[in-house]
């Protein structure tokens, strides 16, 4: 296969992962609902180290084990973030959203002469 070729299928599989991964944040909206029902935190330790256990387990290569919990964190964080943006505040009216990883712009001053 040629470079293009290898891109193409590399382009379909990221089309794959993102159903994939917007389905897998939809069970955790799911599950969110469920743990506010029952009062239960959002954050759960114990069951974010079963996930990175398990594909790390599953994995064969070329990613290395360390790059599928690197990689999971940050699943498992999104998944998170999307659990506590579709819980109501608490008036009960839109959800809260969290602030973006952007920096603040800073005021450029100059110097005159």
């Known amino acids: 296969m040629s470079i293009e070729d290898w891109r193409k299928k590399i382009d379909q599989i990221d089309m794959e992962l993102v159903e994939l991964l917007n389905q897998r ?58 659990e506590r943006e579709s819980r109501p505040n608490e008036e009960g009216s839109a959800p809260v959203r969290t602030r973006t990883n952007k920096k603040p712009k800073r005021k450029v001053t100059r110097k005159t002469k």
């Open 25 to 82: 944040g939809q069970c955790a909206v799911e599950i969110g609902k469920i743990k506010e029902g029952l009062k239960v935190a959002i954050y759960d330790p114990s069951r974010e180290k079963s996930v990175i256990r398990n594909v790390q387990k599953a994995t064969k290569g070329p990613l290395t084990r360390q790059a599928m919990k690197r990689l999971f964190e940050r699943i498992i964080d999104e998944s998170r973030r999307a």
